[in-house]
């Protein structure tokens, strides 16, 4: 069953009420004040049966300018107005500011109603007719039908009947898919029932039996009852007027401008970036960081309003702004809300809001963020599409999972995983293992680590290459272990680096010697030639050939990376020749005795013990030998894998 919610309008005394009565028969006006003065005061609800058989609500605003804050709870959420105004009095000081209200709030659709025209006669009627669609021109309610009734007589009370029937036929149904979000415009307790509240379901779905979330306390509670216009039902949907009854909570933690949600699924915000539109008929400017009331949902809370791209907002200007609240609320992205200033408190502007997580208190004029939040309002107004939020966010998050993700856009799972495919189809993200991130971003880190790289070859021409943990660096955004792998690992695959043992270089670098390191090379060499099983240290062949001990230290690995030298120890390097020479010594030995001793294969070496220690305890390592005691033996493997002793 579509539903949907008929919201009334118009200045104090102009016949709302009574209208409603007539339209419905229920007397909205139930408080006995409300009675006593013979004015509305706070919100009223009727149901409303449409001949085709959809329900709709009726919501009844006060229409005096003290209660105000109830008429702005009561127009969150509806679809379509009934402006009333009185045709002995015309347009009146409420009827604008109710109308600027609505149309801050985004409303499309509505009625125009002349109420009382049983005390005027038709040419009066014609001619504030006239004057009321003149005014009219340029809102949302210019060329829209204008209704003439009496509710005392009941003259053009079905005619009115007749054009809401056809008006709420193209009204757009909301999202009952959507996450559950009802924002509370009253609550009270019924003994033996415990706490209800009600409110109209702004969007998906309310069972008997569910677990709701209440905001801003994080409460949860069983929905215990629902009740549909009056109605015991087992669900209830988006565009409904609801009254839930829940246990498990207390009364003082719901009121009005509290949220009835889906648990873990809504958060508090109190940094909202915004689109924000001046009214015309606004008495001043607004200035940045003034203090405002700020109306969302049925939620009321003080703001400053940070301007991000102008020193003013006149009346009739728009811009971008930055909303800091000063107690959180729940928002979403494309929510509605209005400003009214702190005092004399009257209704400025409203807007957008463009980013309800908004990361940080922005700077003023900063290109960075005006130019991403415009991007975002164009978007809203052009396509309202979600997908360059989406995108934004992921910018703006540098890398993201989808979990993560969701929390900063509030958008559905299903939905979100849609925008993300559709993102990667277009090379506009890309995936690195779980992770997300924007191309454009993904190709500034790529260009890092490359230059970082060459930047590294460059300076150290020996080095076969850098660690990962140096290279990380490079990035400017902390990844995780495992996306940084991930990265790497597709910059290997793209070709742009390589990995060589634990080292990255970039892919076919060749440590390269120049001339003069080819010669101190050559001497290197000699000079091991020369002094046989008796090397001299790094530290010596630094001295020796004058040259730095670090330099030496890269020329040293350098020769080891191309098989020039082999490392025995720290300190003891042979060249490959001679390394082959000892180990015939030591297989020749083996070939006719069972045992070698350090002295033995000193003497056999002609060398000395301080070099037969790291060559032997080598040889172990390498697994040819194997120590016992004083001497050591072959390490011989025997068939079948088993060491023998
Ligand atoms: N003659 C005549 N009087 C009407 C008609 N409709 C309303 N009235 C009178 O106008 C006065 C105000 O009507 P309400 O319906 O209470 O007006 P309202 O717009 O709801 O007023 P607030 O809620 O206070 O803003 C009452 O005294 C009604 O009796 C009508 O069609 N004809
Ligand atoms: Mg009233």
């Known amino acids: ?50 001949p085709d058989g959809r329900q709709a609500g009726i919501v009844d605003v006060p229409g005096h300018e003290k209660f105000i804050n109830n008429m702005l709870v009561g127009a969150a959420g509806i679809d379509l107005v009934l402006l009333v105004i009185d045709v002995n009095e015309g347009l009146m000081e409420q009827t604008w500011e109710h109308l600027g209200i609505l149309e801050l709030l985004g409303l499309e659709k509505g009625i125009v109603v002349l109420t009382k025209i049983d005390l005027v006669d038709e040419e009066w009627c014609d001619m504030v007719e006239e004057e009321v669609k003149e005014a009219l021109q340029g809102t949302f309610l210019e060329d829209v039908p204008c209704c003439r009734v009496s509710a005392y007589s009941g003259e053009g009370i079905d005619e009115l009947k007749e054009l809401l029937e056809q008006l709420t036929a193209t009204v757009i149904p909301r999202d009952i898919n959507a996450p559950m979000r009802l924002p509370v415009d009253r609550s009270f307790i019924i003994s033996g029932f415990g706490t209800i509240v009600t409110g109209t379901l702004l969007q998906g779905r309310v069972q008997v039996g569910d677990t ?11 929905v215990r009852n629902l009740q549909v216009y009056g109605r015991n039902v087992e669900e209830a949907q988006a565009g409904q007027r609801v009254a839930i009854n829940l246990a498990g909570v207390e009364k003082s933690e719901i009121e009005r401008g509290s949220v009835v949600c889906w648990p873990g699924y809504f958060q508090l915000t109190s940094l909202l970036d915004a689109t924000m539109q001046m009214l015309e008929r606004a008495p001043r400017e607004l200035k940045h960081l003034d ?29 971008l702004v930055q909303l800091r609240l ?5 928002a979403e992205r494309k929510d509605r809300f209005i400003i009214r200033s702190y005092s004399p408190v009257t209704t400025i502007g409203g807007g957008v809001v463009l ?22 309002e164009q978007e809203i107004i052009e396509t309202d599409s979600d997908k360059s ?34 993102l990667e189809d277009e090379g506009r993200l890309v995936k690195l293992g779980d992770s997300l991130v924007a191309s454009d971003i993904l190709e500034e880190w790529e260009k890092a680590v490359v230059v970082f790289v060459d930047d590294y070859h460059e300076k150290t021409p020996l080095s076969p290459g850098i660690s990962r943990a140096q290279l990380k660096n490079a990035i400017p955004a902390s990844l995780s272990i495992k996306e940084y792998d991930s990265f790497l690992e597709m910059l290997i695959d793209q070709g742009l680096i390589e990995e060589r043992g634990d080292k990255i270089c970039r892919a076919g670098f060749i440590p390269r010697l120049k001339e003069n390191e080819q010669k101190i090379v050559g001497e290197i060499t000699s000079i091991l030639q020369y002094s046989r099983f008796q090397p001299p240290s790094v530290k010596e062949l630094a001295q020796k050939l004058g040259c730095e001990l670090d330099y030496m230290e890269d020329l040293i690995d350098y020769m080891v990376e191309h098989n020039m030298l082999i490392k025995i120890h720290e300190d003891m390097y042979l060249l490959p020749e001679l390394y ?19 002295a033995e294969y000193r003497d056999l070496l ?30 011989k493997i025997e068939q079948g894998g088993v060491r023998s002793e």
């Open 1 to 50: 069953m579509e539903s949907l919610i008929i919201g009334t309008a118009g200045h104090v005394d102009h016949g709302k009420t009574v209208l409603i009565n007539a339209l419905t028969g229920a007397d909205t006006d139930r408080l006995k004040e409300e009675k006593e003065r013979g004015i509305s005061i706070d919100l009223g609800f009727a149901s409303f049966p449409l």
């Open 212 to 222: 709701v979330e209440i905001l801003p306390t994080g409460a949860t509670a069983r």
């Open 291 to 319: 203090p405002v009331h700020l109306y969302l949902g049925t939620t009321r809370v003080v703001a400053r309003v940070a301007l991000l791209e102008k020193d003013g907002l006149y009346p009739g200007d728009s811009g």
């Open 326 to 330: 000063s107690s959180p609320l729940v």
């Open 355 to 376: 980013d309800p997580a908004s990361e940080r208190p922005h700077r003023r004029l900063r290109d960075k963020y005006l130019s991403s939040l415009k991007e975002l």
């Open 389 to 422: 939020f989406v995108e934004q966010k992921i910018r703006q998050l540098k890398i993201t999972d989808l979990k993560r993700l969701q929390t900063s856009t509030r958008l559905g799972k299903d939905n979100l995983q849609f925008i993300v495919d559709e």
């Open 580 to 598: 082959e020479e000892a180990l015939q010594e030591l297989t020749k030995h083996f070939s006719e005795n069972d045992t070698i001793t350090m």
């Open 606 to 635: 002609q060398s000395s013990r301080k070099y037969m220690q790291p060559l032997l305890e080598y040889f172990d390592q390498q697994k040819i030998t194997r120590r016992k005691g004083d001497y050591r033996v072959p390490w």
